[in-house]
């Protein structure tokens, strides 16, 4: 072993040094999350009486428990903590040790580096032992931000270090998860569409055991974490659960590693039939077959999204004469709670159906850097049809994506007030943020365009910047201006106030000037 090994820790150095500016702002992500939620809770629920009231609000609702986890976390206020933000820490760690599992092996592999990687005195296994190495650190500083996060909020100081424990025990096992599937299969794309399917998987289980009697938690990775339940009785016992599946899984994927030929998987890509159909014929035929597996799982994710927020607009009213402090986070007041809960739930599905968009629209980067752009530019398709085919398909899919989520909300709130109207009222809701979507979408354009090796930060900052004004502006006291540079800001926030055509006409001149511009950049530059 030691042979196979050889290289692992100058590996793992010059992996730290790949990472140097990307790990950051997931830990202070993590950490702004967890700390905001945890200083808000305590501030909200301040008295065991609306502590109470909580938990009798949230803990007799099956959508909101599917949705954030037991009831029994509603016993302590730090255990309303957990309840209100575990569940979406464990999906960001989880997503941020598959990405950096895959990066460091299959893609790796992929693109060639790990061939010249090797061809020094390199050991066979120490590429996947570095990765895993890389990512066990990044889930131990994740502990230690949680824990500060926790700790300097005022919460006990054992609660917080088993809830952070528990969070890096999640991002371990799908570290672990992702090491198998970069064995498995042959290319990045299959390796975090298998391991995404599986933290959907994991969400889904812990959800029902949740809603129901808890049994089917037990089966889910985001479970176990949960069931230490922090700050209410500081179980320890379950992490055991987190730490021999990873382990498990490590072996596997170094035996399954020993026993596959370099650059290739156990699952070997089927060849495609000897003749191309038609679709393919045009550069948009070839960006939807690019772009439809991720479509269709944005979509559902969306839909899905939708229902549990509409399952619950039909309690929103109880839920705040229980816990009036809440109305001061929702627009309007308690004026028209339904309506503010509803408008306020649709950015949330918006933000997300924007994340798809630049995620569709950074796709031909990665297409570019592939080398596959190349040979289909070398063709009679011109540079314009090939990146206005990739922008179409985004731009659709933030349109599908945010019809998706008004649909399942809409879906949702009609069957629990008996409204068949309000389906369509709900997607009009969701459609509204369109010109914004196609905003953000357009500022990734342009960073293709301009500068595509920052094509990627430039757009996910778009939309964390936009994000970042829609749920925190009010909080930091950020200048009218600040906000004013966000397109969700223009948008009418409807159905609280009147809809207002002058505004989205004004976001989507602006979209259309800054993707034209990106547009432009791409004509004048090198390919690659």
């Known amino acids: ?37 945890s200083a808000g809770s305590q501030s909200l629920y301040d008295t065991p009486e609306k ?18 986890g037991p009831k029994d976390l509603l016993a302590t206020i730090g255990g309303e903590v957990v309840f209100e933000i575990f569940s979406y820490a464990a999906v960001v760690v989880a997503l941020m040790s598959m990405f950096m599992i895959g990066r460091h092996t299959r893609t790796d592999e992929e693109s060639g580096r790990a061939e010249l990687v090797r061809s020094s005195r390199v ?11 890389l990512a066990g ?18 919460l006990p100081v054992g609660g917080s270090a088993l809830f952070a424990l528990a969070v890096a025990g999640v991002g371990a096992t799908f570290a672990g998860f992702a090491a198998v599937a970069a064995q498995i299969f042959e290319n990045p794309r299959a390796v975090y569409s298998a391991v995404g399917a599986l933290l959907g998987l994991a969400y889904v289980l812990r959800a029902a055991g949740d809603a129901g ?42 035996t399954l590693m020993e026993r596959r030929d370099f650059g290739a998987g156990f699952v070997r890509t089927r060849p495609g039939p000897a003749t191309a159909p038609g679709s393919l014929g045009s550069p948009l035929g070839l960006a939807w077959r690019l772009h439809r597996a991720s479509l269709v799982g944005w979509t559902t994710g969306l839909f899905i999204l939708g229902a549990a927020y509409g399952s619950f607009a039909n309690s929103i009213e109880q839920f705040i004469a229980d816990n009036p402090d809440v109305a001061t986070y929702f627009p309007g007041g308690t004026d028209s709670i339904v309506d503010a809960y509803l408008s306020l739930s649709v950015v949330f599905a918006a933000l997300l159906a ?51 989520a008004g649909l399942g909300e809409g879906l949702a709130y009609a069957a629990a007030v008996d409204d068949a109207g309000q389906i369509p009222r709900v997607m009009g809701i969701a459609l509204i943020y369109v010109p914004a979507v196609w905003a953000v979408l357009a500022v990734a354009v342009a960073g293709f365009g301009w500068a595509p090796r920052a094509a990627a930060a430039v757009g996910w900052a778009a939309l964390g910047f936009c994000a970042f004004i829609m749920i925190f502006a009010d909080l930091v006291d950020l200048p009218g201006w600040v906000r004013g540079v966000s397109p969700f800001t223009h948008t009418p926030q409807y159905p609280l106030e009147a809809f207002a055509a002058p505004p989205l006409l004004g976001i989507l001149a602006a979209a259309t000037l800054v993707g034209a511009a990106g547009f432009y950049g791409f004509r004048r530059r090198d390919v690659g």
Do not use: C, K
């Not at 650190?137 to 909020?153: G, H, K, Y």
């Open 137 to 154: 650190l990044a889930n131990a500083a994740v502990a230690v931000v949680v824990f500060a996060a926790t700790a300097l909020t005022g």
């Open 123 to 133: 050991g066979r296994d120490a590429t996947l032992v570095a990765a895993l190495l």
């Open 354 to 404: 924007t994340a798809y968009a630049v995620s569709g629209t950074l796709r031909a980067r990665g297409e570019e850097t592939a080398g596959r752009a190349e040979p289909v530019l070398a063709t009679h398709t011109s540079r314009w049809s090939w990146l206005a085919s990739h922008v179409a398909i985004a731009m659709v899919g933030g349109v599908v994506g945010l019809a998706a």
């Open 213 to 254: 009697s808890g049994t089917l938690s037990w089966l889910s990775p985001i479970g176990w974490g949960q069931q230490t339940l922090p700050y209410v009785a500081d179980r320890w016992w379950p992490l055991l659960l987190p730490a021999l599946v990873t382990a498990g899984l490590v072996a596997l994927a170094l």
């Open 1 to 37: 072993m030691a042979g196979t090994t050889t290289g692992t820790g100058i590996l793992v150095r010059f992996m730290l040094r790949r990472e140097r500016r990307g790990l950051p702002w997931w830990l202070i992500g993590i950490g702004f999350l967890v700390g905001y939620q």
């Open 51 to 68: 502590l109470d009231r909580l938990r009798q609000t949230l803990g007799t609702n099956p959508a909101m428990l599917a949705m954030s």
